[in-house]
């Protein structure tokens, strides 16, 4: 990653700590959801401690408060958190961090850390977005589930407080900016389709998992037709470009090391 345009630390910690404690407070939803769908005060923290990653947790949860079999919850729990692997080897790639971190740093690979990290110039400053956002992030997530969770008895149906819509509201709030060019649209639109248009048909989780359907079924399609769309052209060139510039660096550093 190229040195070039450098970006104060500060303003890299003050983007990351709100990044942070806007998603971080939502915990609390999730703790009075989880807790209002049947789930203990330990399973519900354990949830948050273990698996950290809000889409996922919401889906589990939401699925057993409908009826839905244990094994297709978690399976569909599982498919969305599927997404952190792939960030992992992008995010890999920016941090080089040490092996020894890796295992930790890993807990920590989700939607926020990952938008926080790319929006990052230099090695530095994504280390610091980071490792901000995933302090932050990881210690309010867990502390406002279980106010949520020890509150949701005072609170009482969550439903009729509409806390049961949050999580997938919060999704979509982060989802959205993302959706850049025409195919990753496309992948969305599908997705809710599937997704919305099962869902009185098949049983609490199932639809999720054909939801996930949409990716290579659009990616078949824009690979017979080609990237026509000008914004799939333009996100092509800028990868290309970012992976040469990656690489270049990586020579450099390589002969600069030799040549001691």
Do not use: H
């Amino acid at each position: 990653m190229a040195d070039g345009a450098a970006k104060p630390d500060a303003a890299v910690v003050r983007d990351a700590l709100g990044v942070g404690v806007a998603v971080g407070l939502s915990g609390f939803a999730f703790g009075v959801t989880s807790a209002g769908g049947g789930l203990g005060l330990l399973q519900t923290c354990a949830l948050s401690l273990l698996v950290f990653t809000g889409a996922s947790q919401f889906a589990l949860v939401g699925a057993l408060a409908a009826g839905g079999n244990p094994y297709t919850a978690a399976a569909g729990a599982f498919f969305l958190g599927v997404r952190n692997a792939f960030y992992g080897l992008r995010l890999s790639q920016l941090l080089a961090l040490p092996r020894a971190v890796r295992p930790f740093a890993a807990q920590w690979v989700i939607d926020e850390t990952t938008a926080v990290t790319l929006a990052q110039p230099t090695r530095r400053a994504a280390r610091i977005g980071f490792t901000v956002t995933g302090v932050t992030l990881y210690m309010l997530w867990n502390l406002t589930t279980l106010l949520g969770a020890l509150g949701a008895k005072a609170i009482g149906d969550t439903r009729a407080w509409g806390l049961d819509a949050a999580g997938p509201a919060v999704f979509l709030a982060l989802l959205a900016p993302m959706l850049r060019t025409a195919t990753e649209r496309a992948v969305a639109g599908l997705a809710v389709l599937l997704g919305l248009g099962l869902l009185p048909v098949l049983p609490a989780g199932v639809p999720v998992l054909v939801a996930a359907l949409a990716a290579p079924v659009a990616l078949f399609v824009s690979g017979r037709r080609g990237p026509r769309d000008p914004q799939d052209l333009d996100e092509i060139s800028k990868d290309r470009a970012k992976d040469t510039s990656e690489a270049e660096d990586k020579d450099e550093a390589k002969a600069m090391e030799e040549g001691r």
